[in-house]
């Protein structure tokens, strides 16, 4: 089968095209013919040798979000036959004509949907939906800010939020402001115009926010732990800007009751894993209709041209998903 490879870590030209070997099916799995796999910023972080190896889980082949039609089904997997739509997170592999996935992953694609909508929601709305709810535990009328809000985590995060009837505040350039106005943001910041911190306090008669949900680290750590209100959470997905050097104020936290949780996929064991995607099945998966809630796609490259699609996700120009179509794009 075709799928792309990284013969060496490095830029996005380390990514090939080649012949691989189909993968095993193993008992709890579901062998899925590929229709269309998400990108996502760990393969950026995968291609340039962040893990210290090209594998990360159950394949060599990158990739960690498909969406497609079941071919075969192991002997101890349930809920699935073959010909079903699925969409889901795999561990590795995703960049591929064939995967395989662990059925307790795996998602029916709601009706409805195409297969490049499809291969969008898994990693960022199971990402969005743990950091809102099962961690901060979001409530409605609650002030949530959300960083980053243009990406595919975060423009997942801002629709979820804005459903729970949450006010949603929203750090991103001014360029990508008016697309998260459309998905239900109500305060929209201009990080390279506005001092996030100083937004907040006006926007909120000096109390601040009662959720924080950051992608960019140690930048904004700080300013974060003073826009939370008292009783405060931030949770902390990822460290796009770096880890070192937060500076840490611990009067504020002893004081305003705050809390401060991390939260990474990749380092979560199976179990958890299951838990996630169940709990996000559950939740929110029969609101993905026509007219309700669907991932934003940046755009959709062919597999072959997967170095591009990095670059797309490298250049920080994007809003929502980068797509690989696996084949020609079908409704």
């Known amino acids: 089968m075709k799928a792309i490879t990284i013969p060496s870590f490095g830029d996005a030209d380390a990514l090939q095209l080649a012949d691989v070997a189909e993968p095993v099916l193993r008992p709890h799995d579901l062998l899925v013919r590929n229709h269309a796999a998400g990108v996502n910023r760990a393969d950026i972080n995968q291609r340039q040798g962040a893990y210290g190896r090209a594998s990360f889980g159950d394949s060599d082949v990158m990739g960690l979000e498909i969406a497609g039609e079941v071919v075969a089904v192991g002997d101890q997997a349930h809920g699935f036959k073959a010909g079903d739509r699925v969409m889901g997170i795999v561990g590795g592999g995703g960049y591929a004509e064939l995967a395989r996935i662990d059925h307790r992953m795996a998602m029916p694609i709601p009706d409805g949907l195409s297969w490049i909508e499809a291969a969008a929601i898994p ?24 960083h980053a809000a243009a990406s595919g985590v975060g423009s997942a995060a801002v629709q979820l939020a804005a459903a729970s009837g949450a006010e949603v505040f929203v750090t991103a350039s001014g360029s990508k402001l008016a697309p998260l106005r459309e998905l239900g943001a109500n305060v929209l910041i ?26 960019v680290g140690a930048p904004y750590f700080e300013r974060n732990i003073h826009a939370l209100a008292n009783g405060g959470r ?50 929110w998966l029969p609101r993905f209709t026509a007219a309700g809630l669907k991932p934003v796609i940046d755009s959709v490259f062919p597999l072959g041209q997967a170095a591009d699609a990095h670059r797309r996700m490298e250049s920080n120009q994007s809003i929502g998903k980068i797509v690989l179509a696996v084949e020609p794009p079908r409704a």
């Open 123 to 146: 990693e960022v709305f199971e990402t969005a939906h743990e950091a809102l709810f099962h961690l901060a535990g979001l409530r409605a009328g609650e002030r949530v800010l959300i």
């Open 190 to 215: 201009d990080y390279r115009e506005q001092d996030f911190l100083t937004a907040v306090k006006a926007a909120t008669d000096d109390r601040g926010v009662d959720v924080i949900v950051d992608f």
């Open 234 to 283: 931030l949770i902390q997905v990822g460290i796009l800007g770096g880890g070192a050097g937060a500076n840490l104020p611990l009067e504020r936290i002893l004081y305003g009751h705050l809390k401060i949780i991390g939260t990474v996929m990749k380092s979560r064991t199976q179990a958890e894993k299951h838990a996630m995607t169940r709990r996000f099945r559950e939740h």
